[in-house]
């Protein structure tokens, strides 16, 4: 027991064995106060890791924003960059423009040098191309004063070219008002003559009959120029015009008609009647198809019949005037363009009508050297 005891009592923790404190002992006071000293070192410590961490979540915070700001470029480069697409653009515009289109490279260079004053090669081509053209506008002035003195000394002026004249004067020069001027007393004169040609064309459309619709819209469409806002010519123009489509429509329809009663191995005939019918509706694909189709069957049976015929007269006596008179005719119907037929048609004419006696009629043109060949 005394054994346990001892080992109970030596091993008994420091702070049992430690003898407790007086109340307002020294040991106390330090101890508190190391404790609040603690204190304070540790909310210090917290403090700066706080501050430290603030400290690099601004970091953070900056460097996102910097690298927004690198990833969408502010404002002013936009415009920049739209400025240099601009100039790219004036640039390529100037190479397509003519050489000698003054005006316009004038005024592309002019925008060139107000996207960049300092450039000295837009103020050099902008001052180049507006020499060149000032030149240009003196020249074509000077030609075009000289032109309207010309006709002015006319007894019976040309007034439309005049007006025109002086209508391109006053584009050149828009600061000369006696261009301006001059352009208006010349389209007075003309509009005064005008009106004059007017009733004398209303005068001359009345005595034209009523069903020549073609003569009628001629007359009313001239009508219609001299005077634009006389609603009479331009009613009359458009009756005419129903009218004479209305013409057209029943003559499609007649010839139509006719084509069908044409034997289909008559190629020349068929040929003709939708050549006719494709020159009243030439939108009308299947007369054109016609047409070719027949043009070329009636080619190929020209050409055949042209060289029997040949062959025949070439049989025929040269003394059988009548016979070769005929053969030649026929020769001379089918290929027109070929004048050895006609000329042998007009001498064997000729012998023909000496042969019964009788005065040959006059011919368009004399026989030719050959005309004693067979």
């Known amino acids: 027991m005394a054994k346990n005891r ?84 004036l640039q390529e515009e100037i190479l397509a423009v003519a050489e000698d289109d003054y005006a316009t490279r004038a005024r592309l260079f002019q925008e060139l040098l107000a996207l960049d004053p300092d450039n000295e090669e837009y103020r050099a081509g902008y001052e180049r191309y507006n020499e060149l053209h000032a030149e240009a506008v003196h020249t074509e002035e000077q030609e075009l004063l000289r032109r309207a003195s010309t006709l002015a000394q006319n007894g019976d002026p040309d007034l439309e070219t005049l007006v025109m004249i002086y209508s391109r004067l006053a584009e050149l020069r828009p600061d000369n008002a006696e261009y301006e001027a001059q352009r208006l007393e010349y389209q007075q004169t003309l509009h005064a003559e005008l009106g004059e040609l007017e009733q004398e064309l209303y005068a001359q459309v009345l005595e034209v009959p009523a069903e020549d619709w073609e003569t009628n819209m001629a007359f009313y469409a001239r009508l219609m120029e001299l005077n634009p806002d006389k609603d009479l010519y331009r009613e009359r123009h458009e009756h005419y015009a129903a009218q004479g489509q209305e013409e057209r429509r029943l003559r499609e329809q007649r010839l139509l008609n006719q084509v069908l009663q044409v034997p289909v191995d008559d190629y020349e005939t068929n040929m003709l009647f939708y050549k006719e019918l494709m020159e009243l509706n030439p939108d009308n694909s299947t007369y054109r198809e016609k047409h070719g189709h027949y043009a070329a069957r009636w080619e190929e049976q020209r050409a055949a019949l042209e060289q029997e015929l040949f062959q025949q007269v070439r049989q025929v006596p040269a003394d059988d005037y009548e016979t070769n008179m ?39 043109s004399p026989p030719g050297d050959d005309a004693g060949e067979q």
């Open 6 to 89: 001892y080992i109970r009592d030596r091993y008994v923790s420091r702070d049992q064995r430690r003898p407790a404190p007086r109340q307002g002992s020294s040991r106390t006071l330090s101890l508190g106060s190391g404790i609040d000293s603690l204190r304070d070192t540790q909310t210090r410590k917290k403090m700066a890791f706080l501050l430290i961490s603030l400290g690099v979540l601004v970091l953070a915070v900056f460097l996102i924003l910097g690298k927004s700001e690198d990833a969408a470029p502010p404002q002013e480069n936009d415009t920049q960059a739209q400025a240099r697409a601009y100039e790219t653009a």
């Open 326 to 364: 005929v053969l030649y005719e026929q020769l001379m119907d089918l290929n027109p363009a070929e004048p050895l037929y006609r000329e042998k048609y007009e001498y064997y004419l000729v012998l023909y009508y000496e042969s019964q006696g009788i005065e040959p009629p006059r011919l368009d």
